[in-house]
């Protein structure tokens, strides 16, 4: 099972090996306090892990991929299943997403415990 894709910016196609984040944490001086107060930032970058024909893997933005080809077949050839038929949402089938405070993580509104940081969540209503 492979999954080919198209770098946008050089053109090239390669295999799609797997997703996820990188994460970064950067520390310069603060504005008052110099080195005793720095200012810290830390995020994650969406990334995917792609191979090339020689066996080379590279990290490249996912935002920065398309992907043209599932198990041999073009991406084309799902297009029909991928059609989003009209049809009405039950209201009850609905689940509501937050975003922790802390994390940024997507959480389930009923939540009272973050599942990335474990940050204890509070209800406002």
Request: aromatic fraction near 8%; glycine fraction near 8%; charged fraction near 25%.
């Amino acid at each position: 099972m492979a999954t080919v894709v198209l770098h946008k910016p050089s053109g090239k196609r390669y295999i799609l090996l797997g997703t996820g984040f990188g994460a970064y944490k950067a520390s310069r001086p603060g504005f008052l306090g110099g080195d005793l107060f720095p200012h810290e930032e830390q995020d994650e970058i969406p990334v995917a892990s792609v191979s090339d024909e020689f066996g080379n893997i590279q990290w490249v933005y996912t935002d920065e991929l398309i992907v043209v080809e599932v198990d041999g077949k073009s991406i084309g050839d799902y297009a029909e299943k991928l059609i989003v038929h009209k049809k009405p949402i039950k209201q009850e089938n609905i689940i509501e997403y937050e975003t922790c405070p802390a994390c940024n993580s997507r959480i389930h509104s009923e939540q009272m415990e973050c599942p990335s940081c474990g940050l204890t969540l509070i209800d406002e209503n």
